[in-house]
């Protein structure tokens, strides 16, 4: 089977590809008709595409994409670069920031620089909302301001630069797309994103706490994330060139997501119990651009995202979701010892 791609791509190549969004993104891709070659370490297992994992166009390539050598032996042939792969947000980070700046940034530059030698045509960066920091607009689009808080943020939105600034691209499209927090079942299942968090503890405790509550968040569902990644691997390059892209479906409080999840799950027994908190970072993004350029709107709500969760949770395909360090990215991280 031949993609149906515009552009003529067929050879992908997803960095970070085992991942939360990568274990959806890459059977999709699968299913458009795409060979899809995935570099990670794999922290998380190999098995991580649930029907696919055999699939006879899925490549994993189980390196460092430090080792740029490497890395760049792969790029051969490759159309489309999805840069997914980095330490997650900024608890994992804080965990050892040496190993997240060397992850996050220091080898992004050698990376794109193979990208460019190896005629990659089209480099979509998956960068972070958070790089907005903390904005009293109601609305914060794609020409705000950026003011990050936090190493992760700050490297982020250096990688941004970095893409845009670069001298001599060799005339590969280069493409920032910038998601909030992801949210819903996936076979790479991440618990320690605020949706999927409280839907747990809603589901195994029946108790939910708040910590604070009236901080926005913004969200989006990991279909619609999929489908976000594809619609910017097909658009035409003259709408995405050189641009960046919010990518959120809807912003809440910290508090009306709780509400939100007792009444998904239809239990009135889940306590909510409301705890002050420091963390007082809110925004609320806004993904008209996208919508209006591409097309690209949601198809799922959060309260998908939290029946997701719960029919894996019945079906038993969360194992010890409260204890599994498997489902938690510092835990992995701590238990590997990873370098």
């Avoid at 119990?273 to 963390?279: F, K, L």
């Amino acid at each position: 089977m031949i993609p149906a791609n515009p552009n003529g791509f067929r050879t992908l190549l997803i960095t970070g590809g085992g991942g939360y969004v990568g274990s959806a993104l890459t059977p999709r891709l699968l299913q458009l008709g795409y060979k899809v070659r995935v570099v990670d370490l794999f922290w998380y297992g190999h098995d991580v595409f649930g029907d696919f994992n055999r699939h006879p166009n899925l490549e994993t390539i189980n390196i460092d994409m430090r080792n740029i050598p490497a890395l760049a032996m792969n790029l051969n042939g490759v159309d489309t670069v999805l840069h997914l792969a980095c330490i997650s947000n900024d608890p994992s980070f804080e965990l050892d920031p040496n190993l997240g700046r060397s992850i996050n940034y220091d080898c992004f530059p050698g990376m794109l620089q193979a990208a460019i030698d190896a005629g990659v045509k089209r480099f979509i960066y998956a960068s972070s909302s958070s790089i907005y920091g903390v904005k009293s607009d109601p609305n914060v689009m794609e020409d705000a301001v950026p003011e990050p808080l936090t190493d992760y943020s700050k490297f982020k939105l250096l990688c941004e630069r970095l893409l845009m600034d670069h001298p001599q691209v060799n005339g590969m499209e280069r493409v920032i797309v910038r998601p909030a927090t992801v949210c819903g079942y996936a076979h790479r299942l991440r618990l320690d994103l605020v949706v999927n968090i409280l839907t747990i503890h809603a589901l195994v405790n029946e108790h939910i706490k708040v910590f604070g509550g009236e901080q926005k968040r913004p969200n989006i569902c990991i279909p619609d994330m999929v489908d976000t990644y594809v619609a910017l691997l097909e658009a035409d390059g003259k709408l995405i060139d050189g641009e960046a892209f919010n990518a959120g479906t809807e912003n809440h409080t910290v508090k009306q997501l709780a509400l939100l999840i007792r009444e998904t799950l239809n239990n009135p027994n889940i306590a909510i119990d409301y705890v002050p908190s420091t963390d007082n970072r809110s925004y609320h993004i806004n993904s008209d651009k996208i919508r209006r350029r591409l097309g690209v709107s949601p198809k799922t709500t959060i309260a998908d995202a939290v029946r997701s969760l719960a029919d894996a949770y019945r079906a038993g395909k969360i194992k010890d979701p409260m204890h599994n360090p498997m489902y938690y990215n510092i835990k992995t991280m701590q238990q590997l010892q990873v370098t």
